[in-house]
């Protein structure tokens, strides 16, 4: 991206892979993840001024065990490069230069106490000399590899840490990237500042510079973009950005699908225009949407039809933008985030389908329009501090994530009227009481769900048979694995009587006490 120093991160599979690139970033460097076995060519390109190996599952050893790319360790020593290896990629290193890993005789995992040895490159920057890491590892280092010294043994002597700073490769048996090893952003800083000699120059400022730039080089002066907007942070951070490169160029859509909360479309309709200034055409498809839904219970039917639909609303609105403008719209916005971006490269894994996602912004393939991604280098809090520099609004930046398919898929059984306004009317309360009681922004995502089901209950002095709703309130860092959120059952309380009294249909309130996995953070 631009003109900063790239970090290449190679990926041997540690689930702490992304959170390297982050912390790199979060030091002010711009670093990008290839995978284990990129060629060196694919790393070539990126003009790296310092590499890092991840950590992974595998042991050097085993039989297909991931190794370094052929020629990259020629490369390193030509070019100078920093390069530092962690946990798997620090042994990977130690079998390089012909030291000795073996299956440690008791794993070390967990917060390790290590001594660093006096008078090393590595741990120069940190003042402590003893000091607390995280370890998640099966082997370990026995022989040392030739012209390296041990920079840090762990407190039963084993080697914690290796460096040949003549060479300039550094080795790490532990995580510097977790927040659980004191002074691991150290060392990061001092491997990327000190050892690679680099100067932190990436931030959202310049991002947005770049980005701005980069849109008005593509876009030529007589040519137009298209973008949905799906009411969330990614595709708002992406069309007010392309808006500042070209204006009224930019034609939104915002699409009503009938299965939005309450008074979600007047909110993100006012957001755009009154807040950030930013046209955008309103198509209310809600009686499509809700028609083609009617008497349907299959969840991924469910979504199969509303992606379905949401490409014909689109194609049409791009026609009539075609009308006024004479021709189609050339390029399409879409807020596409680096996590996509790495899930989707060739050599990482791809994971079986749990549930067809359907975002807004990834539909229209069949339209040929070339696309606009100015996220796809972001994390999802990199794309909400652009927001703030391009003056979204914090309380939007900091909404909960909602699916694309809306209230579809909070609705268990066939969506109607009815059932929908009933859901409004409980997640509003609910969001309110968050609101309210401050618990909004500890939590990932909060919302209520329509049970198909109904129960007795009493109210006054007679029998009521009325509808069941669920809460489901979720902390989480990225969707991927999530926990419920431990309520003081008096704020529970609070809003069970609240619905009962507020939403007419409603007598039964159920908290959903299920994690992700083995439930999924949205009901269907
Ligand atoms: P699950 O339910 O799979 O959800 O645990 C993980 C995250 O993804 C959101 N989600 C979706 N987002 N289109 C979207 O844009 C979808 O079809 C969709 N389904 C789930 C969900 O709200 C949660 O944040």
Redesign the pocket.
């Known amino acids: 991206m631009g003109t900063h120093a790239t970090i290449v991160i190679l990926d041997y599979g540690s689930q702490y892979t992304q959170l390297i690139t982050r912390r790199v970033r979060e030091l002010g460097y711009f670093s990008r993840i290839l995978p284990g076995d990129a060629t060196l060519a694919r790393i070539q390109e990126l003009s790296p001024r310092a590499i890092v190996l991840s950590g992974g599952p595998s042991s050097v050893y085993d039989p297909g065990a991931p190794a370094l790319p052929a020629g990259l360790l020629e490369y390193q020593r030509d070019s100078k490069i920093p390069l530092l290896g962690v946990c798997y990629g620090m042994q990977l290193v130690v079998r390089e230069f012909g030291g000795q890993v073996k299956k440690a005789e008791s794993r070390e995992y967990g917060r390790m106490l290590i001594h660093a040895s006096p008078g090393t490159r590595l741990f120069g920057a940190v003042p402590a000399k003893s000091f607390e890491v995280w370890m998640s590892h099966g082997d370990e280092t026995r022989q040392m590899p030739e012209g390296f010294v041990a920079s840090a043994r762990s407190a039963s002597g084993a080697i914690a840490a290796i460096e040949n700073a003549g060479a300039g490769i550094y080795g790490l048996q532990f995580h510097p990237e977790v927040t659980h090893t004191s002074h691991g952003k150290e060392l990061l800083r001092q491997f990327l500042s000190e050892i690679a000699g680099l100067a932190p120059d990436w931030n959202m400022g310049s991002v947005l510079e770049e980005q701005i730039a980069k849109i008005k080089r593509e876009v030529g002066p007589d040519q137009h973009v298209i973008c949905a907007l ?1 009411g ?1 942070v990614d595709s708002a951070v992406a069309a007010t950005l392309v808006h500042r490169a070209i204006g009224d160029r930019l034609h939104c859509v915002f699409v009503d699908h009938g299965l939005l909360r309450y008074r979600e479309r007047e909110r993100v309709v006012e957001l755009f225009e009154t807040k950030l200034h930013l046209p955008v055409e309103c198509i209310d498809a809600s009686r499509e949407f809700l028609s083609r839904l009617d008497g349907i219970s299959d969840p991924e039917k469910k ?1 199969q039809i ?1 992606g379905a639909e949401f490409i014909a609303v689109f194609e049409r609105a791009a026609q009539s933008f075609a009308r006024s403008i004479g021709h189609l719209p050339e390029f399409l916005v879409q807020g596409t985030l680096y996590p996509d971006v790495i899930e989707s490269s060739p050599g990482h894994k791809h994971s079986m389908t ?7 912004g990834g539909l229209p393939k069949e339209l040929r329009f070339k696309l606009i991604e100015p996220l796809r280098e972001l994390f999802k809090d990199e794309v909400r501090d652009l927001g703030r520099h391009l003056g979204v609004p914090e309380a939007f930046l900091k909404r ?6 809306g209230l579809a ?1 909070r609705i268990i059984g066939p969506v109607t009227p009815t059932h929908l306004e009933i859901l409004r009317q409980v997640d509003e309360v609910f969001i309110n009481c968050l609101l309210e009681d401050e618990l909004y922004d500890r939590i ?2 909060a ?1 209520a769900v329509f049970l198909p089901v109904k129960s007795v209950g009493v109210q006054g002095d007679g029998r009521t048979h009325d509808h069941v709703v669920a809460l489901r309130a979720v902390t ?1 860092s990225d ?2 694995t ?1 926990d419920w959120y431990p309520f003081e059952p008096r704020f529970l309380a609070k809003v069970s009587s609240r619905i009962c009294n507020e939403v007419k249909g409603v007598s039964r309130v159920v908290y959903d006490i299920s994690s ?1 996995p083995p ?6």
């Open positions: 799906s969330g979504r509303i749990i549930k067809s996602h359907h975002n807004v909960h994530p909602f699916p694309g398919p898929v990932w995502q919302f989480s969707g991927m999530a992700k439930a999924t953070i949205e009901w269907e």
